[in-house]
């Protein structure tokens, strides 16, 4: 497979000896305009690697504040042309910051793996993890993925044993997703010496990058799980602070792009700690 931006932004973070801070939103929430505002000003506030999600009306694996960000950009008229238009808007400004696209199968599946793959990848994006679509369905989707020169990223969790982990591994490029608790997003904290006996543990079985997420809420626990992990993901406490900037009307406020600009900012100088 070809090298992706993906691939250059883990190289580079391992030569400067720190872990990367990826971080998720949902395209569309709480209005297209926002969102792109959001998404555009990710970079510049400390974000190495941005995942955006896929609006669907069924995310079984989210949380509430991800459900409830996914159900106002749904409810603002957002598709999946919107979101991929937001990809390329951002690559009119920024040619390096990966982009990972973050959903679910069924807004794909209706558009063809291939032709969305191929569509993707000419917006500009770099990586996409699936979350309904297990190993066994490699052919579904991560390989015409790989085929096309998009990364295909699986999740990880406790519960991947070493029997399964080559099976879940066999195919997955860009990172590995390491999802630190069991259950839906933004759900309890992560156990940080958990954290650091599984990233251990994964790396036996592959040399790319190990992202850990679910949970991460603050910079001290960013700064934690980072002395061990590759990459820190954080998604729910960004939703839901687009939630809680939103007025009564629950339409965008001038204070909305801040509060998620400024609580990447912070969790930058959590990663940046991780490893001094």
Not at 35 to 53: R, Y
Not at 90 to 106: A, Q, S, W
Request: proline share 5%; with cysteine; aromatic share 4%.
């Amino acid at each position: 497979m070809i090298e992706t931006r993906i691939d250059r932004r883990f190289a580079k973070l391992k030569a400067e000896g720190r872990p990367a801070l990826v971080t998720f939103i949902t395209a569309g929430d709480p209005d297209l305009a926002t969102s792109q505002a959001i998404l555009d000003a990710l970079p510049e506030a400390g974000s190495d690697v941005i995942e955006l999600g896929m609006p669907f009306s069924d995310p079984m694996a989210e949380g509430v504040p991800i459900q409830l960000a996914t159900q106002r950009s749904l409810a603002h008229g957002h598709t999946m042309d919107k979101t991929l238009q937001m990809v390329r808007e951002f690559r009119k400004k920024d040619n390096d910051t990966p982009i990972v696209l973050m959903g679910y199968y069924n807004p794909i599946y209706v558009r063809g793996s291939a032709a969305f793959v191929k569509e993707a990848r000419e917006a500009g994006v770099d990586g996409l993890i699936v979350v309904d679509v297990p190993a066994e369905a490699d052919d579904e989707l991560c390989i015409p993925a790989i085929e096309g020169g998009v990364n295909f990223i699986r999740l990880t969790t406790p519960t991947t044993d070493d029997k399964r982990l080559p099976t879940v591994l066999a195919n997955t490029s860009g990172f590995v997703y390491y999802v630190s608790v069991t259950g839906v997003t933004g759900s309890a904290a992560a156990d940080t010496t958990a954290v650091a006996q599984a990233v251990t543990r994964i790396k036996s079985h592959t040399d790319l990058p190990i992202a850990v997420g679910f949970g991460i809420k603050t910079a001290e626990q960013a700064e934690e799980i980072g002395k061990h992990a590759d990459g820190v993901v954080v998604g729910s406490i960004l939703v839901e602070a687009i939630r809680k900037s939103l007025d009564e009307n629950g339409k965008a406020t001038n204070q909305t792009q801040a509060a998620v600009t400024d609580l990447v900012s912070s969790l930058r100088v959590g990663v940046e700690k991780a490893r001094k």
